[in-house]
């Protein structure tokens, strides 16, 4: 990274393709003081803001898009109530009947990531999701919901999912070391796939972004970041997708017992 | 020269690593993930996720009522137009036997003004035989008369001695013969 850096800088274009996922204080000028370092829990960061705003287009969606409260609904009604029919039936059709009541839950997660994830693409702005800290509690969060929520209704039984009773009898050892490995690496892999994904998009982006600045090749570059925000739409989209419904997943095995 | 390397240097330093693995960010924005969350939980299960769920529910209903209502009018329309029918075929049958009696009263009424025409002409044939034959009588009788009187007139005229009840006989014989 510093080498490439370095080049750019000789060469007279600098790409910092990771200077978008820097979290700064707001309300500061970086002419006059330093705005990156010892920041504390509390304060007014990028993250803050773009949290907010993610807090404030949800609200705007759901909240308000409804408020007209219409069997005939307006655009933006009807666009909550396509959200809200395809989370609800999703949480239904993984999970069962029984785990429809953790649909306020899911649609919580599917709805954070998707904003931030699309919020993430408007030029400038600063992806939340992209950071794994972010991912990391999410998909933790789910994780220690599901382990203490399948503990606490099926009891000592919820650990009977790791013990496959329909392999050979002397192979089930074995299979459930293998089962707890993979049960533990879920969180790792939920967060990760999430963080990488916004990550990697957003950072090829800017690298191109980066070579529109070289006069000849620049008709490609700008191409290609056209190409890749399209492309990037579709993973903020899928990716939100496929975090919600591995939730499902996850949460089908503390509602729906041990039986695998 | 100086800026130069001073410029290198902070982008290297910018660069020097992935900003997500900073470790000294993580509190700042676990605290304000956290907060979000808890924002957008509460929003969406006090106020939103209620509130769509109703109106999804309020509009499946009268969806549903509106079917419901028009297979109650249908079925409406149908009793209707079998009554309808019904109320048809009746007055068909109604109108038929109204036809019939009709018909048979008029065949009655034309029966019997036949039978009194019937008698009448009977009657008035009756009287004008009747007339016809006394007619017939009556000039065979003035026939009997004039001969009697001509058969006076032609004995008295050929000097004879009219024998009023010889001449008589003689003519009635005459006229039967």
Same mark, same amino acid.
């Given at each position: 990274?510093?080498?490439?850096?370095?080049?750019?800088?000789?060469?007279?274009?600098?790409?910092?393709?990771?200077?978008?996922?820097?979290?700064?204080?707001?309300?500061?000028?970086?002419?006059?003081?330093?705005?990156?370092?010892?920041?504390?829990?509390?304060?007014?960061?990028?993250?803050?803001?773009w949290?907010?705003a993610t807090?404030?287009a949800i609200?705007?969606l759901m909240?308000? &898009?409804?408020? &007209?409260?219409?069997?005939?609904?307006?655009?933006i009604?009807s666009v909550g109530e396509m959200i809200y029919g395809f989370i609800y039936k999703m949480?239904?059709?993984?999970? &069962?009947?029984?785990?429809?009541?953790?649909?306020?839950?899911v649609m919580t997660l599917f709805l954070f990531v998707l904003f931030s994830n699309l919020l993430g693409l408007i030029?400038?702005s600063?992806t939340t999701t992209s950071?794994?800290?972010?991912t990391?509690?999410l998909?933790?969060?789910?994780?220690?919901?599901?382990?203490?929520?399948?503990?606490?209704?099926? &009891?000592?039984?919820?650990?009977?999912?790791?013990?496959?009773?329909?392999?050979?009898?002397?192979?089930?050892?074995?299979?459930?070391?293998?089962?707890?490995?993979?049960?533990?690496?879920?969180?790792?892999?939920h967060?990760?796939r999430l963080a990488g994904n916004l990550m990697a998009g957003h950072?090829v982006m800017?690298?191109?972004?980066?070579?529109?600045?070289?006069?000849?090749?620049?008709?490609?570059?700008?191409?290609?970041?056209t190409a890749i925000y399209g492309l990037e739409l579709l993973v903020a989209v899928v990716q939100a997708y496929v975090f919600t419904i591995l939730t499902c997943?996850?949460?089908?095995?503390?509602?729906?017992?041990?039986?695998? | 020269?100086?800026?130069?390397?001073?410029?290198?240097?902070?982008?290297?330093?910018?660069?020097?690593?992935?900003?997500?693995?900073?470790?000294?960010?993580?509190?700042?924005?676990?605290?304000?993930?956290?907060?979000?969350?808890?924002?957008?939980?509460?929003?969406?299960?006090?106020?939103?996720?209620?509130?769509?769920?109703?109106?999804?529910?309020?509009?499946?209903?009268?969806?549903?009522?509106?079917?419901?209502?028009?297979?109650?009018? !249908?079925?409406?329309?149908?009793?209707?137009?079998?009554?309808?029918?019904?109320?048809?075929?009746?007055?068909?049958?109604?109108?038929?036997?109204?036809?019939?009696?009709?018909?048979?009263?008029?065949?009655?009424?034309?029966?019997?003004?036949?039978?009194?025409?019937?008698?009448?002409?009977?009657?008035?044939?009756?009287?004008?035989?009747?007339?016809?034959?006394?007619?017939?009588?009556?000039?065979?009788?003035?026939?009997?008369?004039?001969?009697?009187?001509?058969? !006076?007139?032609?004995?008295?005229?050929?000097?004879?001695?009219?024998?009023?009840?010889?001449?008589?006989?003689?003519?009635?014989?005459?006229?039967?013969?």
């Amino acid at each position: 990274m510093t080498d490439v850096a370095a080049e750019g800088e000789a060469t007279g274009f600098a790409i910092h393709p990771m200077d978008q996922f820097i979290v700064k204080r707001f309300f500061c000028d970086p002419a006059h003081a330093d705005c990156t370092s010892n920041i504390g829990a509390f304060e007014i960061t990028n993250v803050t803001v773009w949290m907010a705003a993610t807090v404030l287009a949800i609200i705007a969606l759901m909240v308000f &898009g409804s408020r &007209g409260r219409a069997i005939i609904p307006s655009r933006i009604q009807s666009v909550g109530e396509m959200i809200y029919g395809f989370i609800y039936k999703m949480v239904e059709d993984v999970t &069962g009947h029984d785990g429809v009541k953790y649909f306020p839950f899911v649609m919580t997660l599917f709805l954070f990531v998707l904003f931030s994830n699309l919020l993430g693409l408007i030029p400038m702005s600063f992806t939340t999701t992209s950071h794994v800290a972010v991912t990391v509690t999410l998909a933790l969060s789910v994780f220690l919901f599901v382990t203490i929520l399948g503990l606490v209704k099926n &009891g000592i039984g919820f650990l009977g999912m790791f013990w496959v009773s329909s392999a050979p009898l002397a192979l089930r050892p074995v299979l459930a070391v293998i089962e707890v490995i993979s049960y533990f690496v879920r969180p790792v892999s939920h967060s990760i796939r999430l963080a990488g994904n916004l990550m990697a998009g957003h950072a090829v982006m800017k690298v191109f972004a980066g070579f529109a600045s070289m006069a000849v090749i620049s008709p490609v570059a700008v191409g290609a970041v056209t190409a890749i925000y399209g492309l990037e739409l579709l993973v903020a989209v899928v990716q939100a997708y496929v975090f919600t419904i591995l939730t499902c997943v996850y949460l089908k095995d503390a509602v729906g017992g041990a039986h695998h | 020269m100086a800026t130069e390397a001073h410029e290198a240097a902070g982008a290297a330093g910018h660069s020097a690593g992935m900003p997500q693995l900073d470790t000294s960010t993580w509190d700042n924005q676990i605290f304000w993930l956290v907060v979000a969350l808890v924002v957008i939980f509460l929003v969406l299960w006090r106020v939103a996720l209620p509130r769509i769920g109703a109106v999804l529910a309020e509009r499946s209903g009268t969806i549903t009522n509106d079917l419901a209502a028009a297979e109650e009018l !249908k079925q409406k329309a149908l009793a209707a137009e079998k009554a309808y029918n019904e109320a048809l075929e009746k007055a068909r049958v109604e109108a038929g036997r109204i036809v019939a009696e009709a018909k048979a009263e008029i065949q009655a009424d034309l029966d019997k003004a036949t039978a009194k025409a019937d008698a009448e002409i009977a009657a008035k044939t009756a009287e004008s035989e009747a007339r016809i034959g006394e007619i017939r009588a009556g000039a065979l009788e003035s026939v009997t008369e004039v001969a009697k009187d001509t058969a !006076k007139e032609l004995v008295a005229a050929l000097g004879g001695k009219a024998d009023a009840r010889s001449v008589t006989a003689a003519i009635n014989a005459r006229l039967k013969g």
